[in-house]
């Protein structure tokens, strides 16, 4: 089974223990899930400020 971790600066959502994106520690404990594929016309990445595309956590602790 693979264990997904979100970043604590980007909330990436990633299977490493270091962020690929801003190289930030990830942890075990987030809930939520977003997908944007469209940061232009996401409405949603646009209100939680993503810019890049990818999976993101919606809230990590």
Request: include cysteine; hydrophobic fraction near 35%.
């Amino acid at each position: 089974m693979i264990k997904l971790r979100a970043c604590r600066n980007c909330k990436n959502v990633t299977e490493e223990v270091k962020c690929e994106k801003c190289g930030g520690d990830t942890v075990m404990e987030w809930k939520g899930y977003l997908f944007v594929l469209d940061t232009d016309r996401s409405l949603i990445g646009k209100k939680a400020r993503i810019t890049t595309p990818g999976e993101y956590a919606i809230k990590v602790r």
